[in-house]
């Protein structure tokens, strides 16, 4: 699967990427408001092992490489049995991590609604949730940016180095669906 936006190109990971991902992976600025991390580089490959998996029918997450210039910068992920939080399967969770010096420049709103528009117009998705931490000012954005709204407020939903974090739980109903569906 590749998706091309105005500046990313959103593709299948592959064995190749484990330096470029490990980079990220491994940096404890992008892991601190996220259930997983700092990698080790076994974990790094474990993660693009499992990537690899996912192209094995039938596909319940989709996990592609959000690269810009060929070089992966981060990670976009829509998750279906995966997810604790999408209620069967025409729910999907989205996720996503860039690299630190890629923040601010609105690449994971941009590939954020890219994968908003596989699950609505490609994989008949009828409602995407995420979640985040309330602190985690950026990804809020990236939320609202795209169109999400904040539904519910999950007391210690992840446990993050060893504490129980609260989460928000963001909501968007696909647009191809009647209002009263
Ligand atoms: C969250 C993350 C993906 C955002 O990536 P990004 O490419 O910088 O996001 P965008 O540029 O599309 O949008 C970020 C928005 O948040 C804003 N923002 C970022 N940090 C902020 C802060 N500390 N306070 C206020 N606003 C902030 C930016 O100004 C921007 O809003 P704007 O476009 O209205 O100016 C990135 O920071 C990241 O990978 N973080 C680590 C992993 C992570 O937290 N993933 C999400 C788990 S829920």
Redesign the pocket.
């Known amino acids: 699967m590749e998706i091309s936006t105005k500046r990313l190109v959103l593709r299948e990971f592959w064995e190749g990427d484990l330096d470029a991902v490990h980079a990220f992976a491994a940096d404890p600025t ?5 259930e997983w991390g700092p990698n080790t580089i076994e974990e790094t490959a474990a993660f693009l092992r499992q990537c690899g998996k996912q192209l094995l029918e039938p596909r319940e997450t989709i996990t592609l490489a959000v690269t810009r210039d060929s070089t992966p910068i ?1 990670s976009i992920a829509l998750m279906r049995a995966e997810s604790d939080v999408a209620r069967g399967p025409e729910e999907a969770e989205i ?4 690299r630190a010096d ?9 590939a954020a609604a890219a994968m908003l528009e596989l699950a609505w117009n490609v994989l008949g998705i009828s409602r995407v949730v ?4 309330p602190e ?4 809020v ?2 939320l609202e ?1 795209v169109g999400m709204r904040c539904v519910d407020y999950l007391p210690g939903h992840k446990r993050i180095d060893g504490v129980d974090r609260d989460s928000l739980l963001f909501a968007m109903r696909s647009p191809l669906r009647s209002p009263h569906a």
């Open positions: 992008v892991c601190a408001f996220v981060g996720g996503y991590v860039l890629a923040w601010g420049y609105g690449y994971a709103a941009e995420a979640t985040c931490r985690n000012t950026g990804s954005r990236v940016k």
